[in-house]
């Protein structure tokens, strides 16, 4: 029974594109947290594969990447049964409350949007409209959960200003209809740099494989990148300014092993970049062991994965559905009589 003190626990919404390979920097900055939050939190999750196609896809290679993204967030300890995990796609609420919101979006907004322009210059031979309004289906995606919190990059932090006032103007021409979200940030960031120009974000894009490790690499892959990680001429292992690389490199270290900067300090005292770039690349294969290994369980066993993201969709549709209802009815849409 609750008590006057129980209080509701807040809903946290996120979701990761489908669109390949998830590199170290995606599990450590982002898939950790949202493994570590389904406890204090009521957790959603999707894998938002109808953003995915704002760029070309084959067609093959996108299903296969969308079973592979799903198997692989449920081997790092995404719990289906606490959190609803489903695919975007098969929701059919987020495209319809997508295309309301559209109208409720100026078309100014949306062109102020950085990454539009960014993926406009990127993909020049296909800008498309969805590439355009491609913020108005994470606005959708968000608000149909009347989700408070939602984990966001500095490159989405745009995109959530942009729900947030969207939400705020519908709620202000109707009634209170959405929970105006707010951004999470996690207690133990973890932002992940390239291994060979720890000035830039590791990912996956990069156009030099040695700057990313993806989660499903070969221990002997792995250890090879962090062997030829970009450092410094000091040869002491310390956190400070100006050491971009290893101060990279410390923090990979310290998320997998739990140790403090002043742990590895006292640690590597004395010892060469070799033998902590070792180090470092010896703790991340064995941190990834036990995922690699469910991945290749969960990636055979087909039925489990459909079982658990049939299971996922059926659960994201009866929430968001409420909310969907209460804004057709609010814009005046008739009814539906089935």
């Known amino acids: 029974m609750e008590t006057a003190n129980t209080e509701r626990k807040k809903v946290i ?39 995915t196609i704002t760029v070309r896809q084959d067609p093959a290679k996108f299903r296969h990447n969308t079973l592979e993204a799903y198997a692989l967030l449920l081997a790092c300890g995404l719990d289906p049964e606490k ?60 608000l149909l959960y009347q989700a408070d919190l939602v984990p966001v990059g500095a490159d989405q932090k745009q995109h959530l200003e942009l729900a947030r006032n969207i939400a705020e103007r519908f709620n202000g021409i109707y009634s209170p209809t959405f929970t105006v979200p707010d951004g999470y940030i996690p207690k133990k960031g973890a932002r992940i740099m390239s291994l ?3 000035s830039k974000k590791m990912s996956k894009s990069d156009e030099n494989v040695n700057g990313y490790v993806a989660v499903l690499d070969k221990p002997e892959v792995i250890l090879r990148k962090f062997k030829r990680a970009v450092t410094d001429s000091d040869a002491c292992v310390r956190y400070a300014e100006g050491k971009d690389g290893i101060n990279n490199l410390m923090g990979i270290y310290s998320v997998v ?27 991340v294969v064995e941190h990834l062991r036990p995922i690699q290994e469910r991945y290749a369980d969960y990636i055979k066993n087909k039925d489990y994965l459909e079982k658990c993201y049939t299971e996922g969709a059926q659960k994201a549709l009866a929430i968001s559905s409420r909310t969907l209802n209460k804004v057709m009815k609010k814009v005046g849409f008739v009814s539906k009589a089935f």
Request: charged share 15%; with cysteine; hydrophobic share 40%.
């Open 83 to 142: 959190s609803p995990f489903f695919i975007q796609s098969q929701v059919c609420t987020h495209a319809q409350l997508a295309w309301i919101l559209n109208c409720y979006t100026q078309f100014g907004e949306l062109q102020r949007m950085t990454q539009f322009k960014d993926k406009a210059a990127k993909h020049a031979d296909n800008v498309n409209a969805g590439l355009f309004t491609y913020p108005s289906l994470m606005a959708a995606d968000i």
């Open 196 to 198: 060979q120009d720890p």
């Open 257 to 283: 092993t739990g140790l403090s900067y002043e742990q590895i300090e006292k640690d590597f005292e004395g010892k060469g970049y070799g033998d902590f770039k070792a180090a470092v690349g010896e703790a």
């Open 13 to 51: 919404f996120s979701a990761i594109q489908p669109s390949g390979t998830i590199t170290l920097g995606n599990y450590l900055g982002a898939l950790k947290n949202w493994i570590s939050l389904q406890d204090e939190y009521n957790c959603i999750y999707a894998l938002a594969d109808l953003h």
